[in-house]
Nanobody, 128 residues
Framework: VQLQASGGGLVQPGGSLRLSCAAS????????VGWFRQAPGKEREFVTV????????FYANSVQYRFTISRDNDKNMVYLQMNNLKPEDTAVYYC??????????????????????WGQGTLVTVSS
């Protein structure tokens, strides 16, 4: 499966953006899908993940109640709605498909190594 993330850009603190992750080559509904981000000079970190059906989601504490992940399996898309953005949210954001298994264990769902296919990333810059 090939993934392409889009929707990044420059936004002021407190603003909003919606990122999209488009899949091709396979049916995205077969995968749990996560978003990660990587700020300059830092390791890639978990942001959120959504189950195949969309019925289960998990978030990093830093984005809980500000970010919302969703999916439209008919369109082969996953979305990340980001509200009340902060300068510390500045990063390249990546979507990725989870390998086999469930996402219930925190240690697993936040592990970069548990994700098989990655998009190319989209840059989000939060600055005034």
């Amino acid at each position: 499966v090939q993934l392409q993330a889009s929707g990044g850009g420059l936004v002021q603190p407190g603003g909003s953006l919606r990122l999209s992750c488009a899949a091709s080559g396979s049916t995205l509904s077969s995968y749990n899908v996560g978003w990660f981000r990587q700020a300059p000079g830092k390791e890639r970190e978990f942001v959120t993940v959504i189950s195949r059906s969309g019925g289960t989601t998990f978030y990093a504490n830093s984005v809980q109640y500000r970010f919302t992940i969703s999916r439209d399996n008919d369109k082969n898309m996953v979305y990340l709605q980001m509200n009340n953005l902060k300068p510390e949210d500045t990063a390249v954001y990546y979507c990725a498909t989870y390998r086999e298994g469930n996402i219930l264990a925190k240690r697993n769902r936040e592990d970069v190594g548990r994700y098989a296919y990655w998009g190319q990333g989209t840059l989000v810059t939060v600055s005034s």
